[in-house]
């Protein structure tokens, strides 16, 4: 298992799944996003992502173990959620090997829910939430259904990577960024996410309890921030803040 | 030793120097990073922190989520260290967060800062919105020196 990433299936995943990525990065909004939707559609444990470049580590759940990058699914809604910040160093094949196993199972769509960090976000009310996608017509798609796009500016990061792996192996993919604190976690610009997660998806996941229970999240995901925030200082993740050069 | 000296470019050597300079600094930061953030002993938890140093000030940010605002306190308790205590709005215990095997309570967040360059600390401006305290603090500007 030598700096390999593999995608593990512990039950079958059936083909044309619809996957939703939660990993760690700006805010953490994936993951709080990405757990909040498993545990409001009961999603069950399907597999994980294994790699020797990933923390030696499991989650325990009453004293058993877990991996720490879970594969989840209801039908053919996936979540893939990290409980572990990503080392910077594991970033390229972890992207790699999610756009392949989509690629594998014939994904209809592949969503990244992550963050974009602002620098005014305490007093904004309700996040905003931007786009972008793998290609025009899935972009046409989301804007169609009201979400912004996110016109230009730098992603950092393993967003970055799936999008990009995605356009090349023309896998339908998206990135959904709300508004967040850059390095504290922000379960409101996770609710904003969802909110236009239901409306491109036709869900319904409810987002109250996620307001309401906002500042206990925070507090016990204060440790997993904090890491990521280390593995984003290695990836320059600072760099979503530069402005691009002009267009050629 | 003399003679492979010879062989490198100053540049080579800048290069060398600097990735000594960053794996020094990243190991350090990993270090601190290790350095648990619940601390039963003292019932408190070390806040995640941002400090900016902007043009005219010094913005200091910390995430003090479930607590109450009125109660916060932020003193210098010299001239380049800021001091945080937020009470949480009740005791935490690891049993909360379904963590068993582990004994100990938190009643509020505690942190200091080092303020890297001088401020006028009678100054501090402090809000906190969103369980998000900032402490915006003006910088000490020397006199100017005039472009001839």
Redesign the interface.
């Known amino acids: 298992m030598s700096h390999v990433v593999s995608v593990v299936e512990k039950e079958a995943i059936p083909e044309e799944p619809i996957i939703i990525a939660g990993l760690p990065d700006i805010g953490l909004v994936g993951v709080i996003a990405a757990v909040h939707i498993a545990s409001s559609l009961n999603m069950k444990d399907v597999g994980s992502v294994e790699s020797d470049l990933l923390p030696p580590l499991v989650v325990l759940y009453n004293g058993l173990p877990k991996p720490p990058v879970r594969i989840l699914s209801s039908g053919k809604l996936v979540v893939i959620l990290s409980e572990t910040a990503i080392p910077a160093s594991a970033v390229y094949k972890v992207a790699h090997a999610i756009v392949q196993w989509a690629l594998e199972k014939k994904a209809k769509l592949l969503v990244s829910i992550g963050g974009v960090a602002v620098e005014d976000?305490?007093?904004i009310d309700k996040p905003k939430v931007f786009a972008s996608a793998s290609d025009e017509a899935t972009l046409d798609t989301v804007k169609g259904k009201g979400v912004e796009p996110l016109d230009k500016g730098y992603i950092v990061g393993p967003y970055a990577l799936i999008l990009r792996y995605s356009a090349m192996q023309n896998i339908p993919a998206i990135s959904l960024l709300a508004e967040a604190?850059?390095?504290?976690?922000d379960p409101?610009a996770a609710a904003s996410a969802i909110t236009e997660l239901n409306k491109i998806l036709d869900l319904n996941v409810d987002v109250s309890k996620l307001r309401e229970k906002?500042?206990?999240i925070?507090?016990?995901s204060?440790?997993i921030?904090?890491?990521t925030?280390?593995e984003m200082?290695?990836m320059r993740k600072s760099q979503e803040y530069d402005v691009p050069p002009l267009h050629v | 030793m003399s003679s492979e000296r010879r062989r490198r470019s100053i540049f080579e050597m800048f290069d060398e120097y600097f990735e000594r300079v960053e794996a020094l600094v990243?190991h350090q930061?990993?270090a601190l990073?290790e350095r648990p953030?619940w601390r039963p002993v003292s019932s408190t938890?070390e806040?995640?922190t941002?400090i900016f140093i902007e043009a005219t000030e010094v913005v200091v940010t910390a995430?003090i989520?479930?607590t109450d605002p009125r109660k916060t306190r932020v003193n210098f308790i010299d001239e380049d260290t800021l001091e945080v205590t937020a009470p949480l709005q009740r005791c935490?215990k690891y049993g909360d967060?379904r963590v068993r095997h582990r004994r100990g309570e938190f009643r509020q967040f505690h942190t200091r800062f080092k303020v890297p360059v001088p401020v006028e600390k009678h100054e501090a401006k402090i809000t906190c919105?969103?369980?998000?305290l900032?402490v915006r603090i003006p910088r000490k500007l020397g006199v100017p020196t005039a472009i001839e």
């Open positions: 976000r305490h007093s604190f850059f390095n504290y976690p409101e906002g500042e206990e925070r507090l016990a204060k440790d921030m904090r890491r925030q280390l200082a290695k | 990243e930061v990993e990073m953030s938890i806040p995640l941002n995430d989520p479930c935490v967060f919105k969103r369980g998000v900032e």
